[in-house]
């Protein structure tokens, strides 16, 4: 696995698939000591307003392979 650091580009997985089915890109804003990750997440626009939003993970899980609430590299092409 690659070593998590601050400003990399990572995708999120949301907690909730039937909204946010696809991966939302991230960034990584932390790496604790033990390896843990704080994310800001790129959110799509939400209708009415269009306004895209940004939220904060703190302590964001990695896995692997794409998982609902954690994040992964993005696929290499």
């Given at each position: ?8 580009s ?27 990750t704080?994310?800001?997440?790129f ?20 896995s692997?392979n ?12």
């Open positions: 696995m690659n070593k998590p650091t601050v400003n990399r990572v995708h999120f997985q949301h907690e909730t698939p039937e909204l946010y089915p696809k991966p939302l890109a991230a960034i990584i804003t932390a790496v604790g000591d033990d390896g843990s704080d994310l800001t997440i959110m799509p626009p939400i209708p009415p307003t269009g306004a895209a939003t940004l939220q904060g993970r703190i302590g964001a899980p990695f692997e794409p998982k609902p609430g954690h994040w992964n590299w993005p696929p290499r092409i």
